[in-house]
């Protein structure tokens, strides 16, 4: 079962629950104009319920390509399963030294640089808001869709699993998107807010960034993007203020 | 093969890529470099025997899996391995972690007690450890700490008291040529040269382009007055056994350069 985010990307969202509260560990399916292009493979926590969806949105031919934003493995743990140690599915990750991050087997894309997959262009952004270095954001040229990875996450209530941004109540709530990235990008006690939204601007000037679609969150559809940016520049900055050096 | 830093801490070293034409090191050339060499960033693990019990801290990756296991086996012998403590679940650091627990069944996992996704790491299972936390290994013993610069939420810092080592993980991690490989600082040729430090935290720890330089300065400060290490084991460079307390002040400087000019590249 996939969520439609936009004419040719589907969700398959993946829920982990934290004592009640829930943060997505997802994955997207791209339908591309010369096969299917996964990006990230999820957690092996969920591998059955993946590779059950994956194979019923192909009509049980898999994917033809997997995109991973990075090695870390909520992103990568279902590589194999899903086909990408094989011949038949083209494995692409923007690590440096793929054999170091367990990824022998990847093309490699250069942060900065695109690359075309299945028909498809896509984009390799260096991105602001990370954990790991060799993350990049991916950007789909075809349905204008940003794949952040762990950027522009929440967490969310059960029942909230498939919404869009646009079926909350006001968009993604301010509080879920402050606790997601205070917990989960620990780094950001020490941000100047306004380095990461310069950088943000300059990715959103670049490109036509029609949703984002974060691997830890709800799917942010156009009409909310302004309101997210506007929640997580807040969140940024009370991270900071509530850290202080002992 | 591994070399002794000090009596019972033992040094396993993983060189990972050249990282020479990646980061155009012979175009820009920068001053410690030399044409012509390789440059590495290591993966490093550390096995702290203490007498009766023995301790690795971290795993090297997936791409030296024989590598890992031979050196555990060649420190550890008949004696087994007690315990393997993961700093965070990056590939790099904990990749050969189900590898070694399979050769090792009588191994106790020690995972981070830090951040809240640890059954997607398969570190639901051991012994959590947090500030404080300490084991005893008999001549010596292992505390662990809250990991102050860091990437997954899911991490650890480690000390150990006896020597007064630091265990710093993904911080103050530098590059280096190809002949350094498991040299100490104080072993390298002329004064180091704290570029270094800026090629690796400008592009590994990425997010210090982005951090106010004077609270994280501060923190430095504060690091230096909790730890005062004697030894400081980085996981992603070469050990530091003296003036160690010097290059944790040099970080200051590494956070005010990376934060004066423009962005230095991506880790590719």
């Known amino acids: 079962m996939t969520v439609p985010v936009t004419p040719t990307v589907e969700w398959i969202n993946q829920c982990y629950d934290h004592e009640g509260r829930h943060e997505h560990v997802s994955l997207y399916l791209l339908r591309a104009p010369e096969g299917t292009v996964l990006v990230d493979s999820g957690s092996f926590y969920h591998r059955e319920e993946i590779t059950a969806a994956v194979e019923e949105a192909t009509g049980g031919d898999g994917p033809d390509a997997i995109v991973l934003s990075h090695s870390d493995y909520p992103h990568a743990a279902n590589v194999s399963p899903l086909g990408g140690d094989t011949e038949d599915v083209e494995l692409v990750a923007s690590s440096a030294s793929p054999a170091q991050q367990g990824l022998p087997d990847a093309r490699k894309c250069d942060i900065g640089g695109s690359l075309t997959i299945q028909g498809r262009e896509f984009s390799f952004i260096d991105p602001p808001l990370a954990d790991r270095s060799h993350t990049t954001w991916i950007y789909d040229h075809g349905d204008g869709v940003l794949f952040t990875a762990d950027g522009f996450g929440n967490y969310h209530d059960p029942g909230q699993c498939e919404y869009l941004s646009g079926d909350f109540a006001d968009a993604t709530p301010a509080e879920a998107v402050y606790e997601y990235h205070r917990d989960n990008l620990v780094w950001l006690r020490y941000v100047a807010p306004e380095k990461v939204e310069r950088t943000l601007d300059d990715i959103f000037a670049e490109f036509d960034v029609r949703a984002v679609a974060p691997i830890h969150g709800n799917p942010i559809e156009a009409a909310d993007l302004d309101v997210y940016r506007d929640r997580l520049g807040d969140a940024m900055c009370r991270i900071a203020d509530e850290y202080a050096v002992a | ?268």
């Not at chain 2, 460079?237 to 590249?265: F, N, P, S």
Request: proline share 6%.
């Open chain 2, 1 to 268: 093969m591994p070399r002794e830093i000090v009596p019972g801490i033992h040094w396993i070293y993983e060189a990972g890529p050249d990282r020479t034409e990646s980061w155009d090191l012979a175009d820009r050339n920068p001053d410690w470099y030399e044409p012509g060499r390789e440059a590495y960033v290591p993966q490093c693990a550390y096995l702290v025997d203490g007498g009766e019990e023995t301790l690795l801290f971290d795993t090297l990756s997936p791409a030296s899996t024989e590598e890992i296991l031979t050196a555990i086996d060649e420190l550890v012998g008949e004696r087994g391995l007690d315990y393997l403590a993961v700093s965070h679940p990056d590939v790099p650091h904990a990749g050969n972690t189900l590898a070694i627990l399979e050769e090792h069944p009588e191994t106790t996992l020690v995972a981070p007690g830090y951040g809240n996704d640890h059954e997607l790491y398969h570190l639901d299972d051991g012994i959590h450890v947090t500030e404080g936390d300490e084991i005893d290994l008999g001549d010596r013993v292992v505390e662990f700490h809250e990991a102050t610069f860091l990437d997954a939420p899911v991490s650890v810092w480690m000390t150990e008291r006896e020597t007064e080592t630091l265990f710093p993980v993904d911080w103050m991690g530098f590059i280096h040529l190809d002949e350094e490989k498991l040299a100490f600082v104080d072993e390298l040729d002329g004064e180091f040269d704290p570029s270094r430090l800026v090629e690796f935290h400008g592009r590994v720890l990425f997010w210090y382009q982005y951090i106010d330089v004077e609270k994280t300065n501060a923190e430095i400060d504060r690091l230096v007055e909790k730890f005062d290490p004697e030894i400081v084991a980085p996981a992603h460079g070469l050990v530091i056994r003296e003036d160690a307390t010097d290059y944790m002040e040099t970080m200051k400087d590494v956070t005010r350069t990376i934060d004066g000019q423009e962005r230095i590249g991506t880790l590719g």
